[in-house]
């Protein structure tokens, strides 16, 4: 057993400092007024996990750690999907992406949710031709009484009996009328899990902590907000990957100010956010030796200035500047004939600043809503010289140092982006929209920078799960895609729908080609370099939701919704990697009273188009049964659920390889992850 698998809920100096001082009641004031918010605000007695949320919101993941998925829209996965936390954008700080922007948020910390695939205003942000997700963590409740006041907490706990995963959480609020203070905390404990066929899926377990204190002040005309962050990750397993997790420290501060003015509103943000990673291996499961630690720091700030125009018009203006670095080392094992007797230097003061501009326009003529923008942002990316470890085991290593060394690493991309989205109402029960957008990513350092050419340092490189090889080239161009998308909307009293068709056709696609091969005991495996290719996506979303009937057994709701994204290179027509078969799900849900109900069927076809260069596999389809039950029994809340209920065994088909299994056993090739059996789960969340 992992020495870390001993059941123990560790508390950080700070939690315990906020949790003592928040603890501390005062009188509660019952009219408690809130800031307002837009968008799709979250029910906290309801608030499960980040990728939870998400995945109800439309949003895939292509599996790695248990908090560290990568979220796909429209096919495209990674940065290509821009993960906002309260404004920051927040860089992965990885060779392999195991601390992606999402890892550094619970689900309890979230208030809102907004999920934009495809065409996005350009205030949203640039570098990204996915879309966007953006997450409201700051959401500041005041009073109306002057004295600081107790406006309530909360406790939760949560089990689920598939991989013994145990979360808890907690948080409190104090405030006035022009002061609150806010306090969210939660931690996850997770062991290995099983499928369905009772096998344990090696390398799955994990233990997260995160916490968060927001102080904020108002009065009648400005708005100022403060956020402190820390994540810890002692553990995290990624079956699908060559390296595990040992150690993920973060801290953050994000500061938000907003101030009215007679003639416009300006909104100023502030954030500094530092990780330190370490890889390498902890468990028996995935057993090895070999350290690699990154530290990576973002800061940025954002201008934004609205005008309002008369008629329902506005106008934006920004200016925005983020800046990255990163020092990605892997020390020297004393003893090894081939890592040593020097450090490994990957990715030396590693530097990716962008400055960014724009203007956007919001109008509403008559039926038609509109809005339309261009920004431009300028991004400047560097290294310094690296080194190998010197062993003359790893020459090629050695000389590709050299030659890294000698070119010319300072890059300059410039990125346009334009966008237009108009929404047409029909009448009072349909609408239509139909978008247009030219959008840009520039090369990340590790797709520019990564220099290794064993096959050692190459398989320490990539976030596709694929236990491929991947170099970097210093020669890569931006991303540039443009996307036409609709939507029809129909919202009855009784029936409701849309469907959501999209086209992307993506200059300078950032994929990868085979430049050699290996082998890894009896299974082959590609060596790829990053490329540039043409490429097109296209697909639809449909829903529909019918109210059944509304009797004295409470409303009787079905709904489905299904899926189809379709990913090739042009020209050779190759399949993308990673692209979600043809799926959708059918749900029965019961609202009685205080208690809820839901019986929900989610299916999956045949993945038969796949991307020979990575040696994906084809996976076969299946139907997955859950079952759920939530009582709101004010002040606590209940919920009850079963997933996979008929214990089915499947493969994920964006999971990519267990490499773990490998590892136990190279006679089981790489097979495709497999994905969770049955699993009870239980939680409750207590209000006070």
């Given amino acids: 057993m992992s020495p870390f698998a001993t059941r123990i809920l560790p508390l950080s100096p700070l939690a315990i400092i906020v949790a003592a001082s928040l603890l501390q009641s005062a009188h509660a004031?019952?009219?408690?007024?809130?800031?307002?918010?837009?968008?799709?605000?979250?029910?906290?007695?309801?608030?499960?996990?980040?990728?939870?949320?998400?995945?109800?919101?439309?949003?895939?993941?292509?599996?790695?750690?248990?908090?560290?998925?990568l979220p796909i829209l429209n096919g495209m996965m990674s940065d290509r999907v821009k993960v906002l936390i309260d404004g920051a954008d927040i860089s992965s700080a990885c060779a392999n992406e195991m601390n992606p922007p999402l890892s550094y948020v619970s689900g309890n910390q979230i208030s809102q949710v907004e999920v934009m695939a495809g065409v996005t205003p350009v205030s949203m942000g640039g570098?990204?031709?996915?879309?966007?997700?953006?997450?409201?963590?700051?959401?500041?409740?005041?009073?109306?009484?002057?004295?600081?006041?107790?406006?309530?907490?909360?406790l939760s706990g949560g089990y689920k009996s598939n991989g013994n995963v145990q979360t808890y959480g907690a948080g409190a609020e104090l405030a006035s009328k022009q002061l609150s203070l806010k306090y969210d905390g939660a931690y996850e404990d997770a062991n290995s899990y099983q499928d369905g066929n009772g096998d344990k899926v090696l390398d799955t377990l994990y233990r997260a902590q995160n916490h968060a204190l927001t102080a904020a002040y108002r009065d009648d005309t400005q708005l100022l907000a403060?956020?402190?962050?820390?994540?810890?990750?002692?553990?995290?397993?990624?079956?699908?990957?060559?390296m595990d997790m040992t150690d993920n420290q973060s801290f953050g501060v994000n500061a938000q100010y907003q101030r009215q003015f007679s003639a416009g509103q300006l909104d100023a943000r502030l954030n500094w956010h530092r990780v330190k990673h370490e890889m390498g291996f902890f468990t028996a499961e995935k057993a090895g030796t070999m350290p690699m630690d990154t530290k990576g720091v973002d800061r940025s700030y954002q201008l934004h200035?609205?005008?309002?125009?008369?008629?329902?018009?506005?106008?934006?203006?920004?200016?925005?500047?983020?800046?990255?670095?990163?020092?990605?080392?892997?020390?020297?094992?004393?003893?090894?004939?081939?890592?040593?007797?020097?450090?490994?230097?990957?990715?030396?003061?590693?530097?990716?600043?962008?400055?960014?501009?724009?203007?956007?326009?919001?109008?509403q003529l008559s039926a038609w809503h509109l809005n339309y923008g261009l920004r431009f942002e300028r991004v400047h990316t560097n290294t310094g010289a690296v080194q190998g470890y010197g062993s003359m085991m790893m020459a090629a290593d050695n000389a590709a140092a050299a030659a890294f060394n000698q070119s010319d690493r300072r890059?300059?991309?410039?990125?346009?982006?334009?966008?237009?989205?108009?929404?047409?109402?029909?009448?009072?029960?349909?609408?239509?929209?139909?978008?247009?957008?030219?959008?840009?990513?520039?090369p990340n350092l590790y797709?520019?920078?990564?220099?290794?050419?064993?096959?050692?340092?190459?398989?320490?490189?990539?976030?596709?799960?694929?236990?491929?090889?991947?170099?970097?080239?210093?020669?890569?161009?931006?991303?540039?895609?443009?996307?036409?998308?609709?939507?029809?909307?129909?919202?009855?009293?009784?029936?409701?729908?849309?469907?959501s068709p999209f086209y992307t056709k993506v200059h300078d696609f950032i994929d990868a080609d085979v430049i050699g091969r290996f082998n890894s005991g009896a299974a082959t495996r590609h060596i790829l370099e990053f490329a540039n290719v043409d490429a097109r996506l296209y697909g639809v979303d449909a829903k529909l939701a019918w109210l059944l009937a509304d009797t004295a057994f409470g409303q009787w709701q079905l709904a489905a919704k299904a899926s189809y994204t379709h990913g090739e290179r042009q020209g050779s027509h190759t399949p993308l990697y990673?692209?979600?078969?043809?799926?959708?799900s059918l749900a029965l849900s019961q609202q009685w009273g205080r208690a809820s109900n839901k019986l929900e069927w989610q299916w999956v076809s045949d993945k038969n188009r796949v991307?020979?260069?990575?040696?994906?596999?084809?996976?076969?389809?299946?139907?997955?049964?859950?079952?759920?039950?939530?009582?709101?029994?004010?002040?606590?809340?209940?919920?009850?659920?079963?997933?996979?209920?008929?214990?089915?065994?499947?493969?994920?088909p964006l999971g990519g390889v267990s490499i773990a299994d490998y590892r136990q056993d190279p006679a089981n090739g790489f097979g495709q992850l497999n994905g969770e059996g049955r699993s009870l789960n239980l939680s409750a969340r207590y209000r006070f």
Avoid: C
């Fill in 611 to 652: 991307d020979s260069n990575r040696l994906e596999n084809k996976t076969a389809g299946y139907g997955l049964l859950n079952a759920s039950s939530q009582w709101d029994l004010k002040p606590l809340t209940l919920t009850l659920a079963i997933t996979n209920l008929l214990d089915k065994n499947y493969q994920l």
């Fill in 226 to 242: 403060v956020k402190l962050t820390h994540q810890s990750i002692p553990f995290q397993g990624f079956p699908n990957q060559y």
């Fill in 305 to 363: 200035w609205s005008q309002p125009l008369g008629s329902g018009n506005t106008l934006k203006l920004g200016q925005e500047l983020y800046d990255f670095r990163l020092d990605d080392n892997w020390p020297a094992v004393p003893g090894s004939m081939m890592m040593g007797p020097n450090t490994y230097i990957n990715i030396n003061h590693g530097k990716r600043q962008r400055l960014a501009a724009f203007a956007e326009m919001d109008q």
């Fill in 127 to 154: 570098d990204n031709i996915a879309g966007v997700i953006s997450l409201t963590t700051i959401n500041p409740h005041f009073s109306k009484s002057d004295a600081l006041g107790w406006q309530g907490g909360y």
């Fill in 447 to 499: 797709e520019r920078y990564s220099w290794g050419r064993t096959t050692m340092a190459t398989t320490m490189i990539g976030w596709n799960g694929d236990a491929n090889g991947y170099v970097g080239n210093l020669n890569l161009k931006p991303e540039t895609a443009y996307t036409l998308s609709a939507k029809y909307q129909y919202l009855g009293d009784s029936l409701q729908g849309s469907i």
């Fill in 29 to 69: 004031d019952d009219n408690l007024e809130v800031i307002e918010v837009h968008g799709q605000s979250l029910p906290q007695s309801v608030a499960g996990s980040t990728d939870d949320l998400l995945a109800n919101s439309g949003v895939d993941f292509s599996a790695a750690g248990g908090v560290s998925a």
């Fill in 578 to 584: 990673q692209i979600m078969p043809f799926n959708g």
């Fill in 411 to 442: 890059k300059t991309d410039n990125l346009v982006d334009i966008s237009a989205s108009a929404s047409y109402q029909l009448d009072e029960r349909q609408q239509l929209q139909f978008g247009l957008a030219r959008k840009n990513r520039a």
